[in-house]
């Protein structure tokens, strides 16, 4: 069996941002050799996620509002007690929790095994420093 790790690093300077890596993830699977096997995406960072839908506009923009509603950003100490040890970043923890932190793709004749309309990205709930994304590859 075959393994192949590739890491990504974001730097966004917004604080919520979905970025699509799909043709990133396909090019780690190119990489790799592995025709037949797993592609493990996860985001390296309790405040970020990797998550698979549509690449629609509409529906990321829903999510933004969704997840604003769900765990509104307030830097106070007051709504979260995350925030009582000076961080200002409880809901970004929040945010990551509910969409997730990582996905596994079948990859099948040296591709990725989607469903239709389906893509990968990265979710951003407390940009502006870097962070790390890992694709580990397994198989055949």
Sequence with gaps: MK??????????????????????????????GVREGLVLVNAMHITASVFINDDEPGLHEDYRKWLEQLAPFDPSPQR?????????????????????????????????????????FYGEFDGR???????KVIGE
């Design 3 to 32: 393994s192949y790790t590739k890491y990504l690093t974001f730097h966004l300077p917004s604080r919520v941002a979905f970025v699509n890596i799909t043709a990133q993830v396909e090019e780690a699977v190119r990489e790799s």
């Design 80 to 120: 979260y007690a995350h925030n009582r040890t000076g961080e200002d970043n409880a809901d970004a923890h929040m945010k990551r929790q509910i969409m997730g932190r990582e996905v596994v793709v079948a990859i099948t004749d040296g591709k990725l095994d989607f469903g239709p309309w389906e893509q990968i």
């Design 129 to 135: 420093r870097p962070k790390r994304v890992l694709i």
